[in-house]
């Protein structure tokens, strides 16, 4: 069946740093690839999507790129700010569910 | 603006109890999901629903049963409340979709039940 993996959280960084969060999948089709976000509080959201092998998802400064040979998704974003503050989910899909990795949380003190 | 609304944002509900988790999306979606969602876990599918009246279990589906009798609207019930029910339990939609593997979801705010 499909899955997906994260790396372990949580994250800390400073404002400005450079931030990566690794995902990995499995699956047996040709899935598209997301990442979701969960501020504080609120609901997940898409943050940004990729629907085949090397396509770029971006938005809001992160960038993931669709890695069929590595079976990757990573999530980066060069300079974070406070309001980073977050819990990021990788998520695929290869029919109408979506399977999602553990999530990360990511703090970014000022 | 797209909105899926569920109706409590907190529940504390007594072991052995039967609850309701309502859930309503306006965007004429036809696929509806809920999930679990706890720490270290991520989220955890325990049903969908393609269509009215059609139910599927996802990947945790023991204690819990669903309704679909309208498009817009998904329940979630637990037959029998236990205390590792609670949970943080999300509601989700997403259209159909034009091409394979291509479905983008959309989240209600979440409702937080304790079971006590």
């Known amino acids: 069946g499909n899955s997906v993996t994260q790396m372990e959280g949580p994250v800390t960084l400073s404002e400005e740093a450079f931030l990566t969060i690794n995902c990995t999948y499995t699956?047996?089709?040709?899935?598209?690839l997301f990442w979701y976000v969960q501020y504080p509080g609120e609901g997940l959201q898409l943050l940004l999507k990729a629907t085949k092998a090397d396509d770029k998802g971006s938005n809001k400064g992160f960038e993931a790129t669709y890695r069929k040979e590595t079976t990757s998704f990573h999530l980066e974003k060069g300079s974070v700010q406070v309001s980073d503050s977050a819990v990021y989910f990788c998520?695929?899909?290869?029919?109408?569910?979506?399977?999602f990795g553990a999530g990360t949380t990511v703090t970014v003190r000022a | 603006d797209v909105k899926v609304t569920q109706s409590s944002r907190y529940l504390v509900k007594r072991t052995g109890e039967k609850v309701f988790l309502e859930c309503v999306q306006d965007m004429d979606h036809e696929n509806m999901f809920w999930y679990r969602q706890d720490p270290g876990l991520g989220l955890r599918l325990i049903y969908f629903?393609?269509?009215?009246?059609?139910?599927e279990k996802g990947d945790i589906p023991e204690g819990y049963s669903v309704s679909r009798e309208k498009k817009e609207r998904f329940s979630l019930i637990l037959e029998s409340a236990s205390t590792n029910q609670t949970s943080m339990y999300l509601c989700?939609?997403?259209?159909?979709?034009?091409?394979?593997?291509?479905?983008?979801?959309?989240f209600g705010q979440g409702t937080r039940l304790t079971v006590v």
């Open positions: 998520a695929l899909s290869d029919d109408y569910k979506l399977s």
């Open positions: 629903s393609y269509d009215v009246k059609m139910k």
């Open positions: 699956a047996t089709g040709y899935p598209s």
């Open positions: 989700a939609s997403s259209s159909a979709g034009t091409q394979i593997g291509y479905t983008e979801a959309f």
